[in-house]
């Protein structure tokens, strides 16, 4: 069984978030170190259980945050390099896996953090010159997948597009289209480091059909993407340390 989360997560407020969330936590748990190739990895959660192969603790916090790598300050220098296999399960199939992973977090990593609103360099997504191009829906089942330079939504918000882009940008997306409900959409673009690929890397070249994100954007939603600094909320850590194996 796992102890209840000891070290509190704080919010800029100076509220703790696992004061609403120290309840949600998975029964069972194991993390150990992985010395995997760092190319394989990912994150498998549902049914009350998160799978998460070979991934970094910064990993781990885009997942359960759902925010993307440039939001997260700070923390120690083994953040993104130390690498781990977590499988973890809980009593209740329909909790909120994420938050359990927070739990989680907090206690076996001693991870403390808290958001701050800072203004940084940011891509901002507008609607482009001739409207959206996107499928609007009235659907309550929220779904979005997402590959490497490859994200399909199903009855998704602007702001989740914003977040799930995020995670693939080198900069994070605001959403500031201005775009109520929900839509359907699909994008395909080629990320930018597929674009130096040598010759023998064939499913990277394969890719090399597609347009950058920008154009990609534009095309195919009707929006568009400019960098300018915005008001973002990003996650300060305060404290992690490496967990004891088990």
Same mark, same amino acid.
């Given at each position: 069984?796992?102890?209840?989360?000891?070290?509190?997560?704080?919010?800029?407020?100076?509220?703790?978030?696992?004061?609403?969330?120290?309840?949600?936590?998975?029964?069972?748990?194991?993390?150990?170190?992985?010395?995997?190739?760092?190319?394989?990895?990912?994150?498998?959660?549902?049914?009350?259980?998160?799978?998460?192969?070979?991934?970094?603790?910064?990993?781990?916090?885009?997942?359960?945050?759902?925010?993307?790598?440039?939001?997260?300050?700070?923390?120690?220098?083994?953040?993104?390099?130390?690498?781990?296999?977590?499988?973890?399960?809980?009593?209740?199939?329909?909790?909120?896996?994420?938050?359990?992973?927070?739990?989680?977090?907090?206690?076996?990593?001693?991870?403390?953090?808290?958001?701050?609103?800072?203004?940084?360099?940011?891509?901002?997504?507008?609607? @482009?010159?001739?409207?959206?191009?996107? /499928? *609007?829906? #009235?659907?309550? &089942?929220?779904? $979005?997948?997402?590959?490497?330079?490859?994200?399909?939504?199903?009855?998704?918000?602007?702001?989740?597009?914003?977040?799930?882009?995020?995670?693939?940008?080198?900069?994070?997306?605001?959403?500031?289209?201005?775009?109520?409900?929900?839509?359907?959409?699909?994008?395909?673009?080629?990320?930018?480091?597929?674009?130096?690929?040598? @010759?023998?890397?064939?499913?990277?070249? /394969? *890719?090399? #059909?597609?347009? &950058?994100?920008? $154009?990609?954007?534009?095309?195919?939603?009707?929006?568009?993407?400019?960098?300018?600094?915005?008001?973002?909320?990003?996650?300060?850590?305060?404290?992690?340390?490496?967990?004891?194996?088990?």
């Amino acid at each position: 069984m796992i102890r209840e989360v000891a070290c509190a997560i704080l919010c800029a407020s100076g509220l703790a978030f696992g004061q609403s969330e120290a309840s949600l936590r998975f029964e069972v748990a194991s993390i150990k170190p992985s010395n995997a190739d760092p190319s394989s990895s990912g994150v498998h959660s549902g049914n009350g259980r998160l799978t998460a192969e070979n991934v970094t603790l910064k990993r781990c916090i885009m997942a359960a945050y759902g925010i993307g790598p440039n939001q997260i300050l700070g923390g120690p220098d083994w953040l993104d390099s130390d690498r781990f296999d977590i499988d973890a399960k809980g009593e209740r199939p329909d909790a909120d896996v994420m938050t359990m992973l927070r739990s989680l977090m907090a206690e076996r990593f001693k991870l403390a953090l808290h958001r701050e609103t800072k203004p940084i360099q940011a891509y901002v997504l507008e609607v @482009a010159k001739n409207g959206p191009k996107m /499928e *609007r829906t #009235d659907g309550e &089942s929220h779904q $979005t997948s997402n590959g490497r330079g490859d994200i399909v939504a199903r009855n998704a918000s602007m702001d989740r597009f914003a977040e799930v882009l995020s995670r693939q940008m080198d900069l994070p997306v605001v959403n500031l289209t201005g775009l109520e409900g929900t839509f359907n959409f699909r994008l395909q673009w080629t990320p930018e480091n597929s674009r130096t690929a040598k @010759a023998g890397e064939s499913a990277a070249l /394969e *890719r090399l #059909d597609k347009p &950058s994100v920008f $154009t990609a954007v534009q095309e195919q939603l009707g929006l568009r993407l400019r960098a300018q600094k915005a008001p973002v909320q990003v996650l300060v850590i305060d404290h992690a340390e490496r967990p004891a194996e088990n």
